[in-house]
């Protein structure tokens, strides 16, 4: 049975939920799901906006055609060719022979890569700053490269201001029904998976994210539709906000991430005590996370969101531990900056970590390597206890 929600007069959601799905690009774990948004305008020409996943297929084709209301469908607008939006571009194709496919130069040839169906006479090719009218709407759109693939474009309906803005502001997490930001906590409950997903999906790509949104501030835009998560329909500042911040590198919270390694609890317990000093010393904004136990991905969105994080692993292989490399190559490829990090290393006959962590870190842009650090050899002994108390300071002073 359809299942579609109203978004304005003349534009329906006629996306689906994924609940299943264990892992997104089969990388990252999704406790709560995912939605794939696909938005119908109901025009004098009718035009779907994106499509979605194959995982959701049977859904967003029973909605479209429902929705449609016995209707054709004139046009598809694919602003994003990742096959978690136009993975049913063939099966439109399928049951609407007619319909006209609204891409730009870079989303044919990937339409062609993807699928086999023939193309002549159904491409309409945009540029930047194309208009189309649909009747009453005038359709305008926005070439938004590399956020998050180079085809990537937006589509801005001049009519009632909204604007298409493909993976931009999206957010994992199903939709609860509820498909508005004002029909949700979103801070109290989507924030930290909108950091997740953004960081990890599109955090690479801070600097396009920044010329997408300078073109944005040209628009006057009343209505976000993602193509993950809620519609933003009031408070648009809030989510612009955190992208601006997010895409700049900087710190949504001056606060301290403890990140560890530990294989015998060692290294733990001089991440311990550590936290326990900053918490004497004031710090009350301190989050830890046991690395073997948290995906990398959280760890990713939370060293954007804090401006310390010290990171303590013990010495394998004469190498840095794995997962604590795992993460550090991570944070390289996402190209994390403007941070201040704190390195404590432990080894039991050659400590090295402490040394090859910092390297790591050295080698990353704008990153601020604090020149104090501690390693141990297997165990906390007194004789650290004062390096520990002389870091714990010097990272209070900086965050309070
Ligand atoms: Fe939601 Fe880049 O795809």
Same mark, same amino acid.
């Given at each position: 049975m359809h299942c579609f929600r109203k978004v304005? %007069?003349? #534009? /329906?959601? &006629?996306g689906g939920n994924d609940r299943?799905?264990?892992? =997104?690009? *089969?990388i990252f774990p999704l406790s709560d799901g995912v939605s794939y948004n696909s938005y119908l305008l109901l025009d004098e020409k009718t035009v779907l906006i994106d499509s979605a996943d194959y995982a959701v297929g049977r859904q967003f084709l029973e909605n479209v055609k429902a929705a449609l209301d016995g209707r054709s469908l004139d046009y598809l607008i694919v602003n994003h060719m990742e096959p978690d939006h136009c993975a049913m571009i063939d099966e439109l194709v399928l049951r609407y022979p007619d319909m006209q496919i609204i891409g730009n130069a870079k989303t044919f040839p990937m339409i062609s890569q993807f699928f086999d169906f023939d193309l002549e006479g159904k491409k309409v090719i945009v540029k930047e700053g194309d208009t189309f009218s649909t009747g009453k709407h005038t359709l305008h759109f926005v070439m938004a490269p590399?956020?998050?693939?180079?085809e990537v474009m937006m589509t801005y %309906?001049?009519?009632? $201001?909204? #604007? =298409?803005?493909?993976?931009? +502001?999206g957010t994992f997490k199903a939709l *609860?029904? *509820?498909? +508005?930001? %004002?029909? &949700?906590?979103f801070d109290r409950d989507w924030l930290d998976e909108a950091r997740r997903y953004y960081t990890n999906? &599109?955090? $690479? /790509?801070g600097m396009q994210v920044q010329s997408v949104l300078k073109k944005a501030a040209g628009l006057d835009i009343q209505m976000l539709c993602p193509l993950h998560g809620p519609i933003w329909r009031t408070d648009l500042d809030y989510i612009i906000g955190k992208y601006d911040k997010w895409s700049r590198y900087e710190?949504?919270? $001056?606060g301290v991430m403890i990140a560890y390694a530990s294989m015998y609890g060692n290294t733990e317990n001089m991440a311990e005590i550590l936290a326990n000093l900053l918490a004497e010393e004031g710090v009350k904004n301190i989050c830890m996370h046991n690395i073997s136990k948290t995906h990398v991905s959280e760890l990713i969105a939370d060293s954007f969101k804090y401006s310390h994080i010290v990171l303590a692993a013990p010495t394998y292989n004469n190498g840095i531990y794995p997962l604590m490399d795992n993460y550090l190559e991570d944070m390289k490829a996402l190209a994390l900056k403007n941070r201040t990090i704190a390195v404590l290393g432990n080894g039991?006959?050659?400590?090295?970590s402490t040394k090859l962590i910092s390297t790591k870190i050295s080698e990353m842009k704008d990153m601020s390597l604090m020149v104090a650090n501690v390693t141990i050899k297997s165990s906390v002994k007194d004789e650290q206890m004062e390096e520990l108390k002389s870091l714990a300071r010097q990272i209070a002073e900086e965050v309070l």
């Open positions: 304005t %007069d003349d #534009l /329906y959601w &006629v299943r799905i264990e892992l =997104f690009e *089969n590399m956020v998050h693939w180079p %309906d001049e009519t009632d $201001k909204i #604007l =298409f803005c493909a993976d931009a +502001f *609860n029904g *509820n498909i +508005f930001n %004002d029909e &949700v906590d999906i &599109v955090g $690479k /790509y710190p949504e919270e $001056k039991s006959w050659a400590p090295q």
